[in-house]
């Protein structure tokens, strides 16, 4: 089972700022947080992961919180084509696999 | 550089009969895994490869589903006798080793049982 939450949907406006919460109360201090997306019929793609500080990159960026409780990801400037499923995921130890929850599905409206 | 391909793209069969669905990872990955999705179902995990290391395929669903990677390289998703609940979208990813790498994904294999 997937250990971290997420809302099951968000809705954004072209060319606004989205912040996508995750919770990870559980979490050990050696797991990754990844965060991966599902645009409309094609496979995940992964976006951004970070361990304890915020990480920058072209496509967003994810802050972490100070207990590492909960994460957000920001997409800067929404567009259409960030209509997708996102999914907040966890990493660690000898764990490899990646346990996809029910994600947050994100509307994008012109 | 080339990505993660996956073939067939689209496969129908009848039930009952064996299909192998293959994944060419990228080249230098030492890690692959295989997913799939069925219709309206999340992702769930199949089975993992890294490197000559015993696969781990605690996530295949029953002994009717294998899979090889031969030469550390190309893999093969065996299923045999399928049955209508095997119909999904197979992904396959491959990745550097370590948790902190990301995966990347093929488009995947849509499987559909008759």
């Known amino acids: 089972d997937a250990k971290t939450t997420q809302p099951n949907s968000m809705e954004s406006n072209e060319e606004e700022p989205v912040h996508l919460p995750c919770n990870h109360s559980t979490i050990s201090g050696t797991d990754y947080i990844h965060w991966y997306r599902q645009l409309p019929s094609q496979g995940p793609e992964y976006v951004i992961h970070?361990?304890?500080s915020n990480v920058n990159n072209r496509m967003a960026s994810l802050a972490i919180a100070e207990d590492r409780k909960s994460s957000t990801l920001i997409l800067h400037r929404a567009t259409l084509r960030d209509a997708a499923v996102y999914y907040c995921i966890e990493t660690g130890g000898s764990n490899y696999k990646l346990t996809f929850g029910k994600g947050t599905l994100l509307t994008v409206n012109p | 550089g080339a990505g993660v391909s996956q073939s067939p793209s689209n496969k129908v069969t009848e039930k009952g009969k064996d299909v192998e669905l293959r994944c060419d990872p990228i080249s230098g990955h030492t890690a692959l895994y295989w997913y799939r999705q069925s219709l309206g179902q999340g992702l769930e995990f199949l089975i993992y490869?890294?490197?000559?290391?015993?696969?781990?395929k605690s996530g295949l669903p029953s002994d009717r589903f294998s899979a090889e990677r031969t030469g550390g390289s190309v893999s093969t998703l065996t299923i045999q006798r399928t049955q209508q609940e095997d119909s999904a979208v197979y992904l396959c990813?491959?990745?550097?080793?370590?948790?902190?790498?990301?995966?990347?994904f093929g488009p995947g294999t849509r499987l559909t049982v008759t």
């Open positions: 970070g361990l304890t």
């Open positions: 490869f890294q490197g000559n290391s015993a696969p781990d």
């Open positions: 990813a491959s990745s550097f080793f370590g948790i902190s790498y990301e995966q990347y």
